[in-house]
């Protein structure tokens, strides 16, 4: 009986749909997404969307997304934030995040979280907490933190830390990983590590590793390298460069090159340049310059410096000056020594 009611309902919820109701548009957008019909779900959201449905829009606009039509899902998302709906502005501002554009996210964010959206205010206090400015961030982080989001937990731990409050950011990173986020446990390995602990730091980079965490699996290859344990750290690596980490590959390259094996450890370089990773192009400079290919490891040195990795620019730059290129070199040291201090200014 109620699979026979359920058969009704979808007609007369369609019949109503054809006839224009924009209610049973979004009803009928709805029952095709859960079916998997994402085509037919398309065409309903997009109706109703076009009939003025707020809700409809963002869902047409997390569907043309997912298939990639990305300047169409944001228009979208901008429709139904014009039109007041707190997840179309948080994606909007996502998606201005995502393309740069700060101010314009900064301010969709703001938005929402006005409207009482937990995402959006732990969004905006994320936004915020990145751009220093921490007494509004706090505010915001606090909200969300109290409403048991994981996430604003760890920023507002961030903040706290940098501000000298050590012992009420950890209970907040406790808070997060008792709520199962197991980013926090990074928070909370570094912070032992500062704190010259590195049983406590080893502690709680294995619990983020054991469940799958790929930040706390390479942190904790790191600290078992640096002591030595060279075979578990390699294990470990191993596991997050099968999740795609290029830090872990890149480990993988040196601990490769440290037993004398330059064929993998510049298989594993160029595995996570390709992934991203910047000191993996540095480090196969080296290489090629190890084997006296320097017009290789300059191209590689040079492709590190664009990315204004601070090592790069260095190697590219005693390279330059000692084939003559001296006021080029000068160029890149002065560009490291800008980066450096502008770090400096940040930590």
């Known amino acids: 009986m109620p699979g026979r009611l359920k058969k009704f309902d979808e007609f007369f919820q369609r019949k109503a749909a054809e006839g224009g109701n924009v209610v049973a548009m979004a009803r009928m957008g709805s029952a095709m997404r859960e079916r998997g019909d994402l085509a037919e779900a398309e065409t309903w959201f997009r109706q109703a969307a076009m009939g003025g449905d707020r809700v409809s829009m963002t869902s047409l606009a997390h569907l043309l997304a997912e298939r990639g039509a990305h300047d169409e899902a944001e228009r979208w998302y901008h429709e139904a934030a014009l039109a007041g709906e707190p997840h179309g502005m948080l994606n909007l501002a996502r998606s201005y995040e995502r393309r740069g ?10 938005e929402a979280a006005r409207t009482g959206d937990l995402p959006s205010i732990a969004a905006l206090g994320h936004l915020l907490r990145e751009q220093d400015r921490t007494e509004e961030a706090e505010s915001w982080l606090r909200q969300a933190a109290d409403a048991g989001i994981t996430g604003a937990m760890i920023d507002l731990g961030i903040v706290l830390r940098d501000r000298g409050q050590a012992a009420e950011a950890a209970r907040w990173w406790r808070s997060a990983v008792q709520a199962g986020d197991l980013a926090a446990t990074c928070q909370l390995g570094r912070q032992a590590e500062r704190l010259g602990r590195p049983a406590d730091a ?30 578990e750290a390699e294990n470990w690596y191993l596991d997050a460069a099968e999740r795609g980490d290029p830090a872990a590959m890149t480990n993988l390259g040196v601990l490769a090159r440290n037993r004398g094996d330059e064929g993998e450890a510049a298989a594993w370089y160029r595995k996570a340049a390709e992934h991203g990773s910047v000191p993996a192009l540095t480090n196969l400079g080296h290489l090629a310059e190890h084997r006296d290919d320097l017009a290789e490891a300059e191209r590689w040195f040079r492709r590190a410096a664009e990315t204004g ?36 200014h940040h930590v």
């Open 309 to 344: 990795d601070v090592q790069g620019m260095l190697s590219l730059a005693r390279m330059l000056r000692s084939r003559g290129s001296g006021q080029e070199a000068e160029q890149w040291l002065a560009r490291a020594e800008h980066v450096q201090d502008d770090r400096e």
């Open 202 to 231: 080893e502690s709680w980079y294995r619990r983020g590793a054991t469940g799958g965490h790929a930040e706390a699996i390479v942190r904790l290859g790191l600290l078992l390298h640096r002591r030595g344990d060279l075979e």
């Open 101 to 110: 554009k700060r101010e314009e996210a900064q301010h969709w964010y703001g």
